[in-house]
């Protein structure tokens, strides 16, 4: 008690003198044009006190002491510094634009930032502007095209609602997961790609080394482009070690808009366009010395009976003008304590074959609550409906695919239905995809629930110490429902030639869940150093159940399941749970030495010991060596390094022997698999080493970054043989190892800035070289159709990337030990991206263009149109030496000599985006709105000479091998909008 009273003395002493000792400051924070900056930081230098402009940019601070420095920032400018040695009032700051983007704010851990001048890794970031500022965009993945170094993108189908691999700095694996994870302001957002059981149809999978043929979608298409702030994208496992053992690919962080304090801010747009086929071959032209030759007696019939007329039936299938609209209304406000942002978005898309299109509603809230000042809650919500029919496309060993069937057909067959609506038979194929393109449904339904949360526990907040306590939380919950309908109707359903009608039903239902608990500890003992600590624990869940059944002999026109003569189920789920801990220390002085250390560790039920713990590494080191010199040259002048490592758990069962069900004579029951899971496999282990430098001159209005690494992927999981002894044929193991080299270089500059006139561009390249450098078995093809065709090989010190095949021992270098040559690699020898936007006065126009040199595809769509003689193309002689055959002719007369003919040269130059816009003059509004008009298109300049219709499009691009691997896949389109937005 009596030291109570003590306490209670000194402080009644002092308080006084206290409150005298302290300054009161007040102003506004403006920018070039004077328009205030509302939502700007206002902090004592060196200290963690501050306060944030309102809507009007003003602000108002009270600090403890006889004086200082305020440090205003925001995004887009640079930090203002501002002495303040007694009360101030009525104090104007004018900011700066930040032309190099150096002072904007990179995540650098699960509940830490840094200034982009300060980081020691490279990283890549898209604005909102650079996403959806062009033009309208389908899918997240697809705006990212193009707009930073490091990812080499590939679409697996040109249908409406996506279906999109990114692979960033190489192959990360053979067999596991190859895709960065996605993490939606704190959620891990599920981006499964899901079958929906068409192989039943198609038999595709009966052929090549990879099951992943049935053209689905990818669940980031989920994710609203027009809801986002901002992406950041951590390429390696320098930067994404912190994030675990699912970070191996890489990690995308995507944060979404939030509300800003003020009155409400209301923004409507409306895009409509159309979309149309992105290049067209045109087709063979035919005479009855060519019928004959290719079709013999029977076709010359079929050709006579209708005259010799033939049909554009590549319009017919690829020629419809899709209608396209996009609906955007959101609107943020709020106050000092609470602040809100909501966003409604609909989208209907129809795609360049009649009965295809992809219709989403997706809806959004996000709400910030200062609930006292040490308390902190904000809440993230997403609703999400949407509905893709995709057709009936890529690879199958049926022929009834409406591409195989389409480039099965010659032009001179009539397939068109008869006034009553019949349509008739094929004569020359098993399809009539005509008929297969009206009839059959294929659509996939998704309903989708995506919750966060973020609570913010501020313990102690002085000039030296910060201590937060951070809890963070998601759920991502979905539904997809994938309904295929091939009636009994068609022409390989009737008859006896299929099974008399097939439904095949699928449902998943997801729901993944991931929690965290973090601390933050920023510690300044004095003004030049600050250290910050964070530690953590994770718990991340996954639970994938997917049902298909498939019910055929169908019962008239009906598509229940029940009204079927014979029905099968197939279940497929997919549990895992993960737990994990970190702890970082970041370390900086004066802005000059930036330096972090920390450790990530993981077990996960997919491992083969579901205990153990695997652990991963991290360090980087950044100089900023201008504020040592006197060099006047240079506004930005660093080095920097980074070692991190990071894991990829074993494909989902694999640790398992399943059971496979039989029925014997009439009694069911399970046999033994014959693959047998491995009790001691262990997660795939990346270790990655980046080095770079980072200069500006021109006070930054000239800017490059330099990025080298070498990434090793080390316990590389694969499914191999084992002796017959063992009783299984084979096992997984963890048997191979990747070295990944590559360079990344970016150049920004500011040519042009005045009142009117202002230019900005982003020059960037990059290019990556892989090779084997452990294979513990013998070397062996993947992913393709063989080497006849041409095929991926996995082989010691070789690409796991080359293309071979067999080959001509008089023209093709074959290897002396497996008698095949390499024709090409998939990887790319380099990409270039060119981005460009300039503004004078109301207008703005934007420009991204993209060259990818290099890379290489299996094209076995000119293989199928060469065997049915309808190769648009086949008639030309550009290839025979001896210049006597066709085109067409001579690429079948060395089917089985070499696989030359259908690896192909897969370079092009596109014009990816391209935008013109208008800002109306507000007067006209009464400065009440703000209303902006314009045109913009995707993909309307294409330069490449690869032989089909996008050189971009694999059948099987989400596989970690098998990406540039073509069989008639959905063709890529390209689109025009008009666009209209309005502020109020």
Request: charged letters at 20%; proline letters at 4%.
């Amino acid at each position: 008690m009596q030291n109570l009273k003590r306490l209670l003395f000194l402080f009644c002493l002092f308080a006084p003198l206290w409150v005298l000792a302290q300054v009161s400051v007040s102003g506004t924070v403006v920018d070039g044009s004077n328009t205030p900056v509302q939502g700007a930081s206002v902090r004592l230098r060196n200290s963690n006190l501050g306060t944030s402009t309102d809507a009007n940019g003003k602000f108002s601070f009270t600090f403890p002491g006889k004086g200082g420095e305020l440090e205003i920032s925001f995004i887009g400018f640079k930090s203002q510094i501002v002495p303040v040695s007694s009360n101030q009032a009525d104090l104007v700051v004018k900011m700066q634009e930040d032309v190099g983007h150096l002072e904007e704010v990179i995540i650098t851990g699960l509940a830490t930032s840094a200034k982009r001048a300060n980081l020691a890794h490279s990283v890549g970031t898209v604005s909102a502007k650079q996403l959806v500022g062009t033009t309208s965009q389908p899918t997240v993945d697809g705006a990212l095209y193009g707009k930073f170094p490091g990812a080499n993108i590939i679409s697996n189908s040109g249908a409406p609602g996506g279906g999109i691999s990114i692979k960033l700095r190489g192959i990360t694996s053979l067999v596991g997961n190859s895709q960065p994870l996605f993490i939606v302001d704190g959620v891990y957002y599920d981006n499964s790609s899901i079958q929906g059981g068409l192989n039943f149809i198609s038999k595709a999978a009966g052929q090549g080394s990879t099951n992943f043929q049935d053209n689905p979608s990818n669940r980031v298409a989920d994710l609203d482009p027009e809801d986002i702030e901002r992406i950041e994208i951590l390429k390696g496992a320098s930067t994404a070690a912190i994030y675990g053992a699912r970070a191996a690919a890489g990690v995308v962080i995507v944060t979404t808009k939030k509300g800003k304090s003020g009155k409400p801010k209301i923004e409507f747009g409306q895009s409509v366009g159309w979309q149309m086929q992105l290049n067209k071959l045109g087709q063979r032209t035919w005479d009855t010395a060519k019928v004959r030759a290719a079709y013999g007696a029977s076709g010359i019939a079929v050709y006579n009976a209708n005259g010799g007329k033939v049909y554009d039936y590549e319009d017919e299938l690829y020629g419809n003008k899709g209608f396209m609209s996009n609906t955007r209304l959101s609107v943020n406000g709020g106050n000092e304590n609470t602040t809100y942002y909501a966003g409604l978005t609909y989208r209907d898309d129809e795609g360049i074959v009649k009965h295809t299109g992809y219709r989403k509603t997706s809806f959004r809230l996000n709400l910030d609550q200062k609930i006292t000042k040490w308390l902190d809650v904000s809440l993230n919500s997403n609703y999400v409906e949407s509905s893709a029919d995709r057709g009936f496309f890529n690879n199958d060993n049926t022929s009834t695919t409406l591409g195989v069937s389409f480039v099965s057909t010659p032009s001179w067959v009539n397939l068109y239905p008869d006034a009553n609506g019949n349509y008739p038979n094929n004569p020359l194929a098993p399809s009539n995809f005509i008929q297969t393109r009206d009839l059959i449904t294929n659509n996939e339904k998704v309903n989708r629930i995506l919750l966060g949360g973020r609570v913010t526990v501020k313990l102690l907040n002085t000039d030296k110490h910060d201590v937060r306590l951070i809890a963070l939380g998601g759920l991502d919950n979905y539904t997809l429902e994938t309904r295929a309908i091939f009636p009994a109707v068609l022409q390989f359903q009737k008859d006896g030639n299929g099974t008399n009608g097939a439904l095949i039903y699928g449902t998943t239902v997801a729901r993944n869940t991931n929690i965290s608990g973090l601390a933050v500890y920023d510690f300044k003992p004095a003004d030049d150093i600050q250290f910050t600590t964070q530690a953590g624990i994770n718990a991340f869940n996954i639970d994938l159940n997917t049902v298909v059944n498939t019910a055929t002999q169908l019962i008239g026109t009906q598509t229940n399941i029940d009204q079927a003569g014979s029905l099968q189920a197939e279940q497929n789920k997919n549990i895992s749970k993960d737990r994990g801990f970190f702890i970082q220390e970041e370390f900086n002085y004066q802005d000059k030495i930036i330096a972090t250390l920390g450790i990530r560790s993981d077990k996960s039920s997919r491992n083969g010991d579901a205990d153990k713990f695997y652990y991963y590494p991290k360090a980087s080191l950044a100089i900023n060596i201008l504020p040592f010199t006197s060099w006047q040259t240079f506004s930005l002048l660093k080095v920097r390094g980074a070692y991190g490592e990071s894991g990829n758990f074993a494909p989902f069962g694999a640790i398992y022997t399943s059971l496979t069900p039989i029925n014997f004579s009439g009694t069911t029951g399970s046999i033994v698999d014959l693959t047998r899971g491995s009790e001691n496999l262990e997660p795939e282990r990346q270790k990655e080493l980046e080095l770079g430098f980072d200069g500006g001159i021109l006070n930054n209005r000239i800017g490059l970054e330099f990025t080298w690494y070498k990434k090793e992927v080390e316990d590389l999981i694969l499914k191999v043989i084992t002796p017959g002894s063992a009783g299984f044929s084979n096992s997984w193991k963890n048997v191979a190892a990747i070295q990944n080299k590559g360079v990344e270089i970016g150049l920004n500059a500011v040519p042009v800035t005045n009142k009117d006139w202002r230019w900005n561009m982003q020059l960037n390249w990059w290019k990556n070289k892989a090779k084997v450098t452990r294979l513990d078995v013998p070397a062996f093809n993947v992913g393709a159709f063989g080497a006849t065709l041409g095929t991926y090989r996995i082989e010691l010190g070789k690409s796991p990337t080359q293309l071979v095949g067999i080959g001509d021992s008089a023209v093709d270098k074959l290897d002396p030990v497996s008698r095949l040559a390499v024709f090409g690699n998939a990887e790319p020898d380099f990409n270039l991206s060119f981005s460009n936007n300039v503004t004078w006065k109301n207008f703005e126009f934007s420009v991204l263009m993209h060259w990818k040199k290099g890379g290489d595809n299996v094209n076995l769509s000119t293989l199928l149109s060469d065997i049915f003689a309808t190769s648009p193309d086949y008639d030309k002689r550009t290839l025979d030496p001896k210049g006597q055959l066709t085109d067409g002719a001579y690429r079948l007369s060395i089917l089985g000599v070499t696989a030359r003919p259908w690896i192909e040269d897969a370079s092009y130059f596109r014009v990816r985006e391209i935008g013109l816009s208008y800002t109306l003059p507000r007067e006209w509004f009464n400065d009440a709105a703000r209303v902006k008009v314009g045109f913009s298109g995707r993909n309307l300049i294409n330069i490449f000479d690869y032989n089909s219709y996008d050189p971009e499009v694999s059948n099987f691009g989400v596989d970690a091998i098998s990406s540039n691997v073509e069989v008639t896949p959905f063709p890529t389109a390209k689109s025009f909008y008009f666009n209209v937005s309005v502020t109020f």
